[in-house]
């Protein structure tokens, strides 16, 4: 338990950290080790090459996609939008994240051909940020009304919604 | 088929294990085949249905009595819980984790606070750790019996949900003793728990778990032989190993299907490291497995609540860490130090430091992730919470093909879905 | 009454409810009264628990505060078969238009109860996507809040409602439409 608290990488994830940067290099833009985690930052093209590299090696065997989520820095005015995936292998119980920045409008691919889990995240995703997932089987909307108008978690949406508590005007035609 | 280790004596009847390749067969045996002629008859078994999981809703293709296509609909409990968390303080967000899955409430506080101590790096007493082992104990025990009573009068035996209701009244009762609430607990602090044991919380508990072995082994005994529930149970919604990992599938269902994974002892936290159990792990991977794991996850709680009571070290119940932890109240009324401590904590929150932290625990559902991405303010930038409840809805597409309309209910009973903790 | 049930097709149905016929006396109001106490022993509640509250209410029905003994255990699935609602958890918008059919669905006489903080006015979730409070959709007749209301709480606004069975009032007394078509103005 106190071990993750630690900046220190457990061995096993030195190993994937080793592999990784050997296989990759420059294409882990950045790497961090925050609190016995690893983060590697990747290009959006290199996204699907990176965590099918992940999924497919023997002993890397991220075998579980635990989440994928996306996040929005409006400060960042090049690349606002932020995907993460975090990664679990059961067979070594090692844990891993990639994350990839993208621009207004950038659209990334999909991550469900690797792990069918993928699916769902992935449109949460869309909806709550807007971020595009290309080959995605069905880009809709999964936890707001088909006709929700913007995309909730990004910072400049307001906490109450465009319409409001009591009167409900998203509900016309609908009743 | 496995054979059995060399080194102990052959046991008296043989353990069969079925490997994966045995389970696919299996699999693919047990589900009907799709016709090439079908006539397909799409049924939306709408939010607002009988059995009591929650408003969840299924848009299903029959062909016939068999399932086609499954495409789920959630979201109809959506609230914008991570939104919401993003104008919070890390203190007040821990209610708000309470009606995440709110039939095991501590669970989720348990996990949110070990992972914003992560986020920090601190670390929580030792007598801390052992009253949320208990806590969180006592949800798996409380969550099982909800779960038992409701899966088995989804199969019809609708008796059995008064009769776990009964039992669950006992550990609500233990909770309100606790902590002052019967379902949403937020007893959780962030460095440890807002309250001690109280006095006669011991012989209290002590004397439930005395009891609630002969009731767990009553029920095993009307269910585990029961030819209604086996013929509805057994070979049923088998879900192998790859299936779950690929559809990211957790907890009993996962150690159902023969996977020795549980967060308690692979990534350990509270007191679980001092504590010996057993992992209960089957190897079916069908609905009558996923029983099973359940009624031995009970009695192995019952032997952690057990362990933790005798063991329970002294000490303070909250860290000194001025900066992150709120101080308890009799402390606040009494000194200066303390009382500045909590203006602080209150108007402006934990002093957490810049960066990015996944803790996972292991709920009684499942494993239930949180994502905290902090930038040095008090008030986190994004919260993520991963769900088991939101994957294991997304996995009635695969679990439900192929299967009969009359199985599609108990299975996806089996995993044991919260639609609060999938919509979040 | 008696003269519109010989001619159906030319009576104007809603002024037979509500006008109540027009056959004042003491006999039918006693009448009355001793339908509303059967009535009021016999509520079957619509099995609508959304959320955290539906778990103090499965409580409520459970052994311990025995609902059963007021009649109100069978809890219908079907509409059609229920005399009132119990609105247990919030209400999010994707939600709303159901809660409101199946409230349609419900034959007159009819009682909503609802149950908790968060049906009664959403609660902390005053977020973009719960209806703050089911009295914007629906007429309520009985608010039981808490967070979730203990079942003594639920029991005590469940003998309101029997109460208000036995007056035979209803919310949606004087109401044309329900406040969610109001509001929106359909």
């Given amino acids: 338990m106190a071990q993750s608290h630690l900046d220190e990488l457990s061995p096993a994830l030195k190993a994937v950290q080793k592999e990784l940067t050997s296989k990759f290099g420059k294409k882990l833009l950045d790497t961090s080790v925050f609190r016995g985690e690893l983060t590697f930052v990747v290009a959006p093209e290199d996204w699907v090459s990176v965590l099918t590299y992940c999924k497919e090696s023997e002993s890397l065997a991220f075998d579980r996609l635990d989440c994928l989520l996306g996040n929005h820095y409006p400060g960042r005015t090049d690349q606002p939008f932020e995907v993460a995936a975090n990664l679990t292998s059961i067979p070594n119980t090692t844990r891993l994240r990639i994350k990839t920045q993208l621009a207004e409008g950038q659209s990334l691919a999909t991550a469900t051909g690797i792990w069918p889990s993928a699916n769902f995240d992935e449109r949460e995703t869309w909806e709550m940020f807007g971020v595009v997932f290309e080959g995605h089987p069905n880009l809709e909307r999964l936890l707001l009304i088909p006709e929700f108008k913007g995309f909730p978690l990004r910072k400049d949406f307001p906490l109450e919604g465009l319409v409001g508590g009591r009167i409900r005007t998203d509900l016309k035609g609908k009743l | 088929m496995s054979a059995p280790s060399q080194d102990q004596a052959p046991p008296a009847f043989t353990v069969l294990r079925p490997t994966l390749e045995e389970l696919r067969d299996r699999k693919a045996r047990t589900r009907q085949p799709v016709r090439d002629d079908r006539e397909v008859l799409t049924v939306s078994m709408g939010p607002h249905h009988p059995s009591m999981h929650g408003v969840f809703r299924a848009v299903v293709d029959f062909d016939g009595e068999v399932v086609v296509a499954v495409r789920p609909e959630v979201g109809n409990l959506h609230r914008g819980v991570e939104k919401l968390a993003e104008s919070l303080t890390y203190h007040q967000i821990i209610p708000l984790t309470d009606r995440l899955h709110y039939v095991a409430s501590f669970a989720q506080n348990h996990g949110f606070c070990e992972a914003v101590e992560k986020l920090i790096g601190l670390e929580v007493p030792a007598r801390a750790r052992f009253i949320r082992t208990i806590a969180h104990e006592m949800t798996r025990i409380s969550n099982h019996l909800l779960w038992l009573g409701i899966h088995i009068m989804d199969f019809g035996a609708i008796t059995f949900q008064q009769i776990c209701f009964r039992e669950r009244e006992y550990m609500m009762d233990m909770f309100e003793m606790l902590c002052g609430a019967r379902l949403t607990h937020s007893f959780c602090r962030i460095g440890g728990v807002a309250k001690d044991l109280p006095d006669g919380f011991a012989e209290r508990m002590r004397g439930a778990l005395d009891f609630l072995p002969t009731r767990i082994s009553e029920y095993e005994r009307l269910i585990d032989q029961n030819r209604i529930f086996l013929k509805r149970a057994k070979d049923i919604g088998i879900f192998t190993s790859e299936d779950c990992a690929a559809w990211r599938v957790t907890g009993p269902a996962l150690r159902a299907a023969g996977v020795e994974r549980d967060l308690r002892r692979n990534e350990p936290y509270a007191a679980y490291p001092e504590i010996e159990f057993e992992v209960a792990v089957e190897y079916e991977a069908d609905v009558y497995a996923r029983y099973r794991v359940r009624m031995r996850e009970m009695q192995e709680s019952i032997k952690i609540i057990r362990q933790c009571l005798d063991n329970m070290p002294d000490g303070p119940i909250l860290a000194k860490d001025a900066a992150h932890v709120m101080p308890r109240k009799k402390d606040v009324m009494r000194s200066a130090a303390a009382m500045v401590q909590d203006f602080m904590q209150v108007f402006v929150g934990p002093q957490v430091p810049a960066g990015e932290v996944y803790r996972s625990v292991e709920t009684p559902h499942g494993e239930l992730g949180f994502h905290v991405v902090s930038d040095g303010s008090p008030k986190p930038q994004r919260l993520h919470i991963a769900t088991p409840c939101f994957f294991h809805c997304q996995a009635t597409t695969p679990m439900w093909e192929g299967e009969m309309l009359a199985d599609v209910v108990g299975i996806f009973g089996s995993v044991d879905v919260c639609l609060g903790s999938c919509d979040r | ?186």
């Fill in chain 3, 1 to 186: 009454m008696a003269d519109a049930l010989k001619n159906p097709s030319e009576t104007d149905l809603e002024a037979v409810l509500e006008g109540g016929g027009g056959v004042p006396g003491v006999i039918p109001a006693q009448l009355d009264r001793l339908l509303n106490f059967g009535a009021s022993f016999s509520f079957w509640p619509l099995l609508f628990g959304l959320a955290c509250c539906a778990i103090e209410m499965m409580s409520c029905a459970g052994p311990r505060w025995d609902i059963a003994r007021f009649g109100m255990e069978a809890m219908r699935a079907s509409p059609r078969q229920a005399d009132g609602m119990i609105v247990a958890g919030w209400i999010s918008v994707k939600m709303a238009p159901r809660v409101i059919r199946l409230y349609e669905q419900i034959p007159d006489p009819k009682w909503v109860l609802v149950m908790g903080s968060c049906a009664t006015s959403g609660n902390i979730w005053n977020t973009y996507n719960v209806v703050q409070g089911a009295d914007a959709i629906i007429p309520v007749d009985v608010y039981v809040p808490g967070c979730p209301p203990r079942p003594e709480a639920l029991w005590q606004g469940l003998e309101l409602i029997r109460d208000r069975v036995k007056q035979g009032r209803h919310a949606y007394d004087g109401m044309r439409t329900i406040p969610a078509r109001v509001a929106i103005g359909e």
